[in-house]
Every structure is written in C-alpha cells, then in structure tokens.
C-alpha cells in the first residue's frame, strides 16, 4: 500500500487527506495522483464522511505542482494537464468525492498545486502559505481551472499579474484579496481547518450536496438568471420540507450546542 496520499477518517464526519511526499514538496506524481483519486473515491461511498481537510505534508509545501522531475524523463506527463481522467487529473479526484473539501494550506501551493488548491471548496492558510503561478515560466499551459478561477476570485488584473510574472503571492495579501479566508499561525493550523469541518458536519449530507449546486451553477449565470433559478430550486425543494423536518433540525441544533457548551 502506498503512502504518497494519506487518509485519515475521524469519529466526527471528518476526513483528513494528506499528500505525503514532503521530500518531494509533496509534487504531484502520476502514482500520487492516482492514490489521490482512490482515497478520494473511498471518501465519496462513504456516507459517514460529511467533510474533507486537504493538506500537505511538512511545513514547506502544501504541493509544488507536477512532478518536473518526472517530467524530465516522461513528457507524456505533460497530458495531465488536459486529462479528464480523475486518475490523472486531480481536480477532478478532488471534485469527484462529492464532499465540501477545506484546503489547509501549510505551504507554497505553486502552478498545479496552485490549482489544486483551488480545486477546494473552502481555504485556510498557515503564515507559511505562499501562491504561485509559473505555468509561464516552464512553458506550460494550465489545464486543470487556473486560467479562468483565479481572474474570477482575485481579479483579472491581479490574475495576470500572477501568471504573467510567477511572483509568490503571501498568505496575508492571498487573504485581503479573497483568495483565502483567512490566515492562522501554523501551529494553529489544522485546528481551525478540523473546526471548520466539524461545523459542516452537522448539515444533513444530501441537503449540503443541493445547497453546494445552487451556489456553484448559480456563480455561471447572470445575475437575474441566478435569482431567478434560487427562486425555482428554493420553491421546489422547500416545498418538500415538513414541519417535523423542521422540528427535528432545530432539536439537533440545540443538542449540538449543548454538547459544546458542556
């Protein structure tokens, strides 16, 4: 059994999936990549999992991208970056298990691991995390969303500063421009990334899969056309909902806060 990828299932809901090749700054192998979807699949049966924390591990790299060294002596390598395949492509891995995913990012996430990282749903960074695109700089087009995610969160300017240059983006500035959520001391890390998890544990799964749909088909429409199918998809899945549904969600809400409380 390989441990380029780790998997860690938690009591609470909670996976951990952690890219585990810290010598290699956790690059982005083809045999990582294709554990990478494995766990990601087992994660996606499971019902016990409510939510993911992707990190890295060490202190140094959340991912540094693909493997260039592999590269070196392989180029077919370069078509992961427009394979569809989730056993290649590990965007699509991370999208495949269906779960809302929090990237802790604890290090540089730069070019492929750049967009891995926004591949999740959610990012936290340590003080330690630095972005940086330099697809340019290798001579490599992005494949995997960075090209067109990145310009809609930061900006187009600010996107093309990034790419046109490969200049690391710090974790602080990564934040003021909405690229992270926010920035915590690395010791502090994965504590705020596992809460953040544990607090989306208590969202009944096949309810956090159609709220996940709305937001993300609603982000490629205009925004008449988005109201208007918030309006559609809010009328019809609300009219499903029960009194006793919502009896039984507000007394589970209750019980979670008295549990924490206590």
Not at 115 to 140: K, M, P, Q, W, Y
Not at 240 to 248: A, K, N
Request: proline share 3%; charged share 25%; hydrophobic share 40%.
């Amino acid at each position: 059994m390989t441990n380029s990828v780790l998997l860690e299932k938690r009591s609470n809901g909670v996976a951990v999936v952690t890219l585990n090749r810290p010598g290699a700054m956790n690059a982005l192998s083809a045999e990582l990549r294709r554990r990478l979807y494995d766990v990601m699949q087992d994660i996606g049966r499971d019902d016990s999992v409510r939510a993911v924390v992707l990190t890295g591990a060490g202190q140094k790299a959340f991912t540094a991208g693909l493997d260039l060294k592999e590269l070196g002596t392989d180029t077919s390598g370069m078509n992961a970056a427009t394979d569809p395949d989730p056993r290649s492509n590990p965007v699509t891995a991370i999208r495949s298990c269906g779960k809302p995913v929090i990237g802790a990012i604890n290090g540089v996430a730069i070019t492929g691991g750049f967009e891995v990282a926004l591949a999740c749903d959610i990012l936290v960074a340590s003080e330690n995390a630095r972005f940086a695109d330099t697809h340019a700089l290798v001579g490599i087009m992005p494949g995997w969303g960075l090209s067109q995610k990145l310009q809609r969160i930061i900006g187009q300017s600010r996107a093309k500063e990034l790419s046109f240059t490969g200049r690391f983006l710090n974790a602080d500035t990564a934040c003021q421009w909405g690229l992270v959520n926010r920035v915590v001391p690395a010791d502090k890390l994965m504590d705020e990334a596992l809460a953040l998890a544990d607090d989306i544990t208590v969202i009944e799964a096949p309810f956090l899969v159609k709220y996940q749909h709305l937001i993300e088909h609603g982000a490629n429409l205009s925004m008449d056309n988005a109201l208007n199918y918030e309006t559609l998809f809010s009328s019809i899945e609300n009219g499903q909902v029960t009194p006793d549904d919502i009896e039984r969600r507000r007394i589970a809400v209750m019980e979670r806060g008295r549990a924490r409380k206590g």
